[in-house]
Each structure stands twice: as C-alpha cells, then as structure tokens.
C-alpha cells in the first residue's frame, strides 16, 4: 500500500435518511457502511472525470490559471494532464512573424468547379 493509499479518515454530515438507506444496503450486501461509501466515491469520480464536460472545464480553468498543473494532473490523469500543458504552451507562444501571403495563383489558372444539380 503506497502513502496515497493509507486510510484518510473524513467526517461530513448526511441527511438521516441517506445514512438509513446505505445502513440498509451495507446490512444486505453483509458489507461495511465505509467500503460502500468510498465505492460510491471511487465510481462518482471515474465517472466525473471521464465527461466531456469536465475535461472542458478543468482545460479552461488550466488554461485561465485557475489551476496548477498538479491538480490538473489529479483531475485527469497525467497523459491528459500533459496534453494540456503542452497545448498551453503552444497558446502561450508569440504568433509566428509571417509576411501576408503575396497574391499568387495556386492553382495556376486550372480550376475545377463542380455543378450541383440536386
């Protein structure tokens, strides 16, 4: 078991009834109330994570330095994460110096046009 992996005790308040009802659940799968919540928790996040959604709003939030990249990296995973680092830098970059493209005819005069007769 790594150190990110050692037991982090958490205490939050739940409405009764929501307690009541993972009692019950917990008592009939024969598991422990703590084991259904982090499997709650794990599943929540997995699914979280993996929306389109939150992607976008973790990327925006990156690239508007509302986040470091390490939570970057907790929020989507490092291959992500690092994606949007070097994205960022290429947004980050001065705008290449390039002359206006002069007047030139790339298609040397032969072009093709297609009707559409529909």
């Known amino acids: 078991m790594s150190a990110s992996d050692d037991p982090r005790r958490v205490h939050f308040q739940s409405p009764e009834y929501l307690v009541d009802r993972l ?3 917990a008592d009939l799968f024969d598991k422990d109330r703590t ?3 982090v499997d709650a928790i794990r599943e929540y996040i997995e699914d979280t994570a993996d929306s389109e959604t939150f992607q976008e709003l973790v990327a ?3 690239y508007n330095d509302q986040l470091e990249f390490e939570t970057v990296k907790q929020l989507v995973g490092a291959e992500t994460a690092q994606r949007l680092r070097l994205l960022k ?3 980050e970059d ?6 206006a493209p002069d007047d030139v005819d790339v298609y040397e005069g032969d072009v093709t046009t297609v009707d559409d007769d529909r």
């Open 89 to 91: 830098a290429d947004l």
């Open 35 to 37: 084991d259904l919540l």
């Open 94 to 99: 001065e705008p290449l110096d390039l002359a």
């Open 23 to 25: 009692d019950a659940i």
């Open 60 to 62: 925006t939030k990156y």
